[in-house]
């Protein structure tokens, strides 16, 4: 089994994410992610932007898995809302399915 397939099976809430690294030392398992989308939506106007302002990462606790904890290091992209009707300027993607906002840990 290739190690995208073995992911995909351990942490099926990454299926949409590109996973960069999977790492372990013995005593935790740490993920580097990112999103697989080109552009997101404004959260006010809805406008789809792909123009990026900014990175950067959000560390997620994850379950365990066979007893060791999982954090997830969660690349983030801000983007510009090109709309010049709305009041919001930028806006961090977010990540339906996986984490909520303002959150510290994974949905599941």
Request: include cysteine; charged fraction near 30%.
């Amino acid at each position: 089994m290739s190690a995208a397939k073995l992911v995909e099976v351990v942490f099926p809430h990454l299926a949409g994410m590109v996973v960069e690294e999977v790492a372990g030392d013995g005593s935790e398992v740490l993920i580097r992610a990112r999103s697989r989308q080109v552009d997101a939506a404004c959260p006010d106007c809805g406008t789809g932007s792909s123009t990026v302002h900014s990175r950067y990462q959000r560390r997620l606790d994850d379950r365990p898995v066979s007893g060791r904890p999982v954090s997830i290091l969660l690349t983030v992209r801000r983007f510009f809302c090109p709309s010049a009707g709305c009041t919001r300027r930028t806006f961090a993607e977010q990540f339906d399915g996986l984490v909520d906002r303002r959150r510290r840990r994974t949905t599941g």
